[in-house]
């Protein structure tokens, strides 16, 4: 059974008394929260999916002193992570986006957020356990090999050119008790990877935060990108091109303060991404493009193609070969379903039909 199925399933009674335990606990911190949480055949489900709930965690979450090492929020949510419980994991990931967006913004500063470095490292410890510190690999087929239908009897000899390549899509993981800053984009990548693996069963506005920080990590304004692969629609001639000159002079001069003003406040948010924390953003940002039924929710569906633009432009500021070719990989997909108003995927099969 998936580990959806566990969770859909209805909860044992040890769950549901650490998930009545858990939110019972939480509020002391939430006075707010709606009293029918409790009395709900799955409570964590109920609080996961709980609008009410989300908005006033979300909000202290985001208060100047929420990672603190003494905050209870924090506190909650390490300990709510550690119950072991799945659907009480669901809701500790659910923050997450959150989480991780408010810390890189303080990090800058060098404030203490021992809090959500907790938190953090929770997430990672669980993901270096489940996959017992190996790494995730595909396997590459050569096609100097023949294929198992080939007819030809004659063996292949096999030699270094002829053997599977391994590519690496996470590395091996080791035990961190600490967050540096070497390894700080390692371990969020690691957390975003968990989140991922669980992504089906999140909540759409967890997913749209996420996509809104994507946007402030690029710190690179994507609108320039949309409609990006369209031809023109006219190409204007030498007479229409001279005519336009002076117009475009006054529009220049008249926007480029506001345009440097507007960049300043972007780059403000702006982060390292190193492969080891882009890859699992563009996985994520994939999926919010991509996935079933994610395209008739048209707010998830902006948010994402706006973080792609984002991280598009971000790659090619930074001359990433590696994530200028997954970007706009993204971005052509994105625009193959745009063209056919949503309907040309195949969710079941996953056919892109030709």
């Avoid at 996959?131 to 000899?157: C, F, M, W």
Wanted: charged share 25%; hydrophobic share 35%; aromatic share 6%.
């Amino acid at each position: 059974m998936s580990n959806e199925d566990d969770v859909a399933a209805t909860p044992s009674p040890d769950a549901v008394r650490k998930a009545q335990s858990a939110i019972e606990s939480l509020c002391f911190i939430v006075p707010s929260l709606p009293t029918s949480l409790s009395s709900s055949t799955n409570p964590a489900l109920s609080l996961l999916h709980d609008p009410t709930a989300s908005s006033h965690i979300s909000a202290l979450l985001r208060e100047p002193n929420s990672g603190s090492g003494d905050n209870h929020l924090c506190r909650w949510l390490y300990d709510t992570f550690q119950s072991c419980v799945p659907e009480l994991q669901l809701v500790v990931l659910r923050f997450l986006p959150i989480i991780i967006g408010i810390y890189h913004s303080r990090t800058v500063h060098w404030e203490p957020q021992a809090g959500f470095e907790a938190v953090l490292l929770a997430l990672y410890a669980s993901e270096t356990n489940s996959r017992d510190g190996q790494a995730v690999t595909v396997t590459i087929p050569d096609l100097s090999h023949p294929s198992i239908y080939h007819n030809e009897s004659k063996s292949t000899v096999k030699n270094n050119a002829t053997n599977l390549d391994l590519a690496v899509v996470s590395h091996s993981l080791e035990p961190h008790d600490t967050v540096r800053s070497t390894r700080r984009a390692r371990i969020i990548g690691v957390t975003l990877e968990l989140y991922f693996s669980k992504i089906s069963q999140m909540p759409i506005k967890s997913k749209i935060e996420l996509c809104e920080f994507c946007k402030i990590w690029a710190g690179q304004d994507g609108d320039m990108y949309k409609g990006f692969g369209s031809e023109p629609q006219h190409k204007p001639n030498d007479e229409e091109v001279g005519d336009d000159v002076e117009e475009e002079e006054e529009e220049e001069t008249e926007t480029i303060v506001k345009e440097e003003g507007k960049m300043m406040k972007k780059k403000e948010g702006r982060i390292p991404l190193p492969w080891e924390l882009l890859q699992p953003v563009l996985r994520i940002v994939g999926h919010c493009l991509m996935g079933p039924n994610n395209c008739k929710e048209k707010e998830l569906f902006h948010a994402a193609s706006e973080a792609c633009r984002c991280l598009y432009a971000r790659a090619l500021h930074d001359v990433n070969p590696k994530a200028i070719l997954a970007t706009e990989s993204l971005l052509r997909l994105l625009k193959r379903v745009e063209d056919n108003n949503f309907d040309d995927f195949d969710y079941y099969t996953n056919v892109i039909s030709l």
